[in-house]
């Protein structure tokens, strides 16, 4: 029996397996929807659909450097354990070589690059796909950044979790100790001038309910309250402290805290241009299963059968 295009489809639309795996099973099964079906869930282990709800707060940072060119790629997936797996490792470091490669626009134009792993392709994304099913959690990309053309590309790796991309101009070591600063330090910018403007305004509204709780303590004790003009300095001063801690050229540099990093920079003839720090999972909010619950769901549905 001919198997056609609208039969991989629809075997796809309903398993969400790699649309080659699909062919397969559908050819291996003579064309019977149903017996493809159980094919791929023999031999994928679980349905890639199902999995693709499921959080992915773990994963692996990954990058790839060759001459002037630098990516750096986080790739999540649902716990510890996957990260550790060959095949997923494999994904997460041909990402990176094919980010520097390509220069793809966003992350879908990098799903649709053209790769091949263990017997799944031809894209980037069809072996993403696969590999969910085979190994049984959902796993994406998250975000990737890539460094070309303008300067010097360094990187460093604490482990799989801290990954540091640095641009610039001068000597290779400084610029290498500059990337394992930043994975300890963790600024947010370059200089002062570039904090995000909303990261700045975080701080003040921070600083000002200091200042109003410090004041109603003041009124507790029968004390006098400080002046405006003493509280707007007291919260200029906290913003202003905060700026030059999480800004990189302002903060004392790991190696040697009698200097700062603009320093230390200085004194090696090297011109940092920009970096990008990921830490895997920042940001994203993991779920904390309720155990009892879910037995509860499953002893419902038990006796519902």
Known sequence: MAITASMVAELRAKTDAPMME????LTEAEGDMAKAEEL???????KAGKAASRVTAEGVVTSFIEGTTGAMVEVNCETDFVTKNDSFLALANAAARLIAENNPADLSAL?????SQDGF??????VRKGLIGKIGENMSFRRFKRYSGAGKVAGYLHGTRIGVLVEFDGEDVSAKDTAMHIAAMKPVALTSADVPAEFIERERSVATAK???ANKEL???GKSVQSDEIVAKRIDGAVQKYLKEVSLFNQPFVKNDKQTVEQMLKAASTTVKGFTLYVVGEGIEKKVDDFAAEVAAQVAAAKGA
């Open 111 to 115: 799903g649709e690059l053209p790769y």
């Open 22 to 25: 699909c062919k397969k099973a």
């Open 219 to 221: 009124l507790a004790a």
């Open 121 to 126: 392709g031809p894209t980037l994304e069809e």
């Open 40 to 46: 791929l869930r023999v031999k994928l282990g679980t």
């Open 211 to 213: 200042a109003d709780e």
